[in-house]
């Protein structure tokens, strides 16, 4: 079992940058395949980035691409999300996922476990 938690939302004015934090606990992520997914109210969740068990493969949404950063560290069993640019746009809630595939990375419904989410919220 694998326990996420996420951190660093916040309030930020339209351009600014905030940076997520996804701790793993109960299990190592090494062999895990990690995403970032965000859901706004009355919308699906979306995806926005992922990244391979080794951090060799990163792929992104072409709503975040360039914009926002995936990252992981697996020695300290975590794994980030650089946010720029943001826009109104990006407000919602974020969350971390993990899933022991790579395959379909970008569905939601593949991803095992799931963090609680943190509210992100840009001001225009």
């Known amino acids: 079992q694998v326990q996420l938690s996420e951190s660093g939302g916040g309030l930020v004015q339209a351009g600014g940058s905030l940076r997520l934090s996804c701790a793993a606990s109960g299990s190592s992520i090494r062999q895990f395949t990690m995403g970032w997914f965000r859901q706004a109210p009355g919308e699906s969740r979306e995806f926005l980035a992922a990244v391979n068990y080794s951090g060799t493969i990163i792929r992104y949404a072409d709503s975040v691409k360039g914009r926002f950063t995936i990252s992981r560290d697996n020695a300290k069993n975590s794994v980030s999300l650089q946010m720029n640019s943001l826009k109104p746009d990006d407000t919602a809630v974020y969350y971390c996922?993990?899933?022991?595939?790579?395959?379909?990375?970008?569905?939601?419904?593949?991803?095992?476990?799931w963090g609680q989410g943190t509210q992100v919220t840009v001001s225009s």
């Open positions: 996922a993990a899933v022991l595939s790579w395959i379909n990375y970008d569905s939601a419904r593949a991803y095992e476990y």
